[in-house]
Nanobody, 114 residues
Framework: QVQLRESGGDSVQPGGSLRLSCEPS????????MGWFRQAPGKARERVAQ??????REYAESVKGRFTISREHGNKLYLQMNNLKLEDTAVYYC?????????WGQGTQVTVSA
């Protein structure tokens, strides 16, 4: 079992920055891949950024050049979000893959408004 706890969500103006954190606990050495997803009201959950094994990183087209995913030794995960836009408003979820399961955090709200 892996537990994930996100933090760092807040309300910001367009153009602002936030840094989200995800702290895993439990069987953290079983974690293979980690990522950030988001879900806006009335929309499906979408992948924002992912770190695969061997440190390969992948981003949604809508956030390329603005968001950066990073992972510390010990599996703490971050999402640096710069130049935030109104359409980035969503609940952001941390995700972790182990061999036969996927775990999710409870989510942290990011609101971008003028």
């Amino acid at each position: 079992q892996v537990q994930l706890r996100e933090s760092g969500g807040d309300s910001v103006q367009p153009g602002g920055s936030l840094r989200l954190s995800c702290e895993p606990s439990g069987n953290i050495f079983d974690i293979i891949n980690m990522g950030w997803f988001r879900q806006a009201p009335g929309k499906a959950r979408e992948r924002v950024a992912q770190i695969w094994s061997r440190d390969r990183r992948e981003y949604a087209e809508s956030v390329k050049g603005r968001f950066t995913i990073s992972r510390e030794h010990g599996n703490k995960l971050y999402l640096q979000m710069n130049n935030l836009k109104l359409e980035d408003t969503a609940v952001y979820y941390c995700q972790a893959d182990v061999l036969h399961a996927t775990y999710w955090g409870q989510g942290t709200q990011v609101t971008v408004s003028a």
